[in-house]
């Protein structure tokens, strides 16, 4: 489904990321692990767009998404839950699971997809008429990964889901990332806690500080 060859980027005239290799299967868990300053954030953020490549290329189902803008990466299937949430904290929790659907191809099932999030975090059904902000840090945690499934992706990209979480609830994210797969979502994870990732991944694991400057 992925297939990340000699990749490299960086920001400015400094290039931090090196050749990366791999690919990933549909329906697998792909994880990429590191330690702080392995270029992890800067890995998920080439692959999505947001900075340039400066060699290399990046195939998704046998499409060249390389240097690709976001909004055309998402409508090729390709959604991140990024760092630290980023909800709009003074729009309701439906407001901001809607605002996922913005893609063209998510819009005519915009409800189906919102009951199937519901079904998977019956907590944000309770939430639908809170501001984002009044949430509690597991609780935003899933607002922004059902957000992420509003776009109906085929891969989605997870930034660090356990950051800033309590240990009950980073078993619980970890649960829900696998339940998400049981959905037929193929999962890229970047996360620190290499323990708990190495348990959850059943496909490819790239240890980023190879690759890093």
């Given amino acids: 489904m992925l297939k990340v060859s000699d990749l490299s980027s960086g920001y400015g005239k400094s290039q931090v990321l090196n050749g990366l290799n791999f690919e990933g299967r549909a329906g697998e868990i792909v994880t990429l692990i590191g330690a702080n300053g392995a270029v992890k954030t800067t890995t998920l953020k080439t692959l999505c767009g947001v900075i340039g490549a400066t060699t290399g ?13 976001p909004f055309d990466i998402v409508d090729a299937g390709i959604t991140m839950i990024p760092e630290g949430r980023q909800l709009f904290p003074h729009f309701t929790v439906k407001d901001n699971l809607l605002m ?10 915009v409800q189906r ?8 975090f019956p907590r944000v059904r309770e939430r639908l008429g809170q501001y984002a902000g009044s949430l509690s840090g597991g609780e935003q945690q899933m607002v922004a990964i059902a957000r992420g499934m509003m776009a109906d992706p085929k891969l989605l990209v997870f930034d660090e889901p356990s950051l800033g979480l309590s240990p009950l609830l980073v078993q619980q994210m970890f649960d ?28 490819t694991v790239i240890n980023l500080n190879t690759h890093s400057a």
């Fill in 57 to 69: 290329r990046v195939e998704f189902e046998g499409q060249d998404l390389t240097n690709r803008p």
């Fill in 100 to 109: 996922g659907s913005y893609k063209r191809a998510a819009r005519p099932i």
């Fill in 113 to 120: 997809k919102l009951e199937e999030v519901l079904q998977i």
């Fill in 176 to 203: 829900i990332i696998r339940d998400v797969t049981a959905h037929g979502v193929t999962v890229l994870l970047v996360e620190q806690n290499v323990f708990r990732t190495l348990r959850l991944a059943d496909g």
